[in-house]
């Protein structure tokens, strides 16, 4: 069993930048594939970034690209998004999640191929 939590989220103008950080608890953290998530209201859950269990492997969304960085620390059981450049269009709730796989297999956007969800940070960008 995996929990999750994230932090980081606040109110930040356009232009400027948020880390978000994803604490997990148990041991098997470093064997897991993880992903983070957003969504903003009315909108369905989109992928945002996701990154395999050593963090060789990474990809994100085509909105995000070239903006975010996703990495993690398997010393710390910790997981980041570094989020620059931002946009009003970035203002969504974040989620963190991780797989009982250790690789970017198939499906790795798609987040019901997830099995452990954080409660989510409230990401707010102003104009």
């Known amino acids: 069993q995996v929990q999750l939590v994230e932090s980081g989220g606040g109110l930040v103008q356009a232009g400027g930048s948020l880390r978000l950080s994803c604490a997990a608890s148990?041991?098997?953290?470093?064997?897991?594939?993880m992903g983070w998530f957003r969504q903003a209201p009315g909108k369905e859950r989109e992928f945002v970034a996701a990154?395999?269990?050593?963090?060789?492997?990474?990809d994100y969304a085509d909105s995000v690209k070239g903006r975010f960085t996703i990495s993690r620390d398997n010393a710390k059981n910790t997981m980041y998004l570094q989020m620059n450049s931002l946009k009003p269009e970035d203002t969504a709730v974040y989620y963190c999640?991780?797989?009982?796989?250790?690789?970017?297999?198939?499906?790795?956007?798609?987040?019901?191929?997830?099995?452990?969800w954080g409660q989510g940070t409230q990401v707010t960008v102003s104009s």
């Open positions: 148990g041991r098997t953290f470093g064997t897991k594939a």
């Open positions: 999640a991780a797989r009982n796989y250790m690789a970017l297999s198939n499906y790795y956007q798609d987040s019901r191929k997830y099995d452990y």
């Open positions: 990154i395999s269990w050593s963090g060789g492997s990474t």
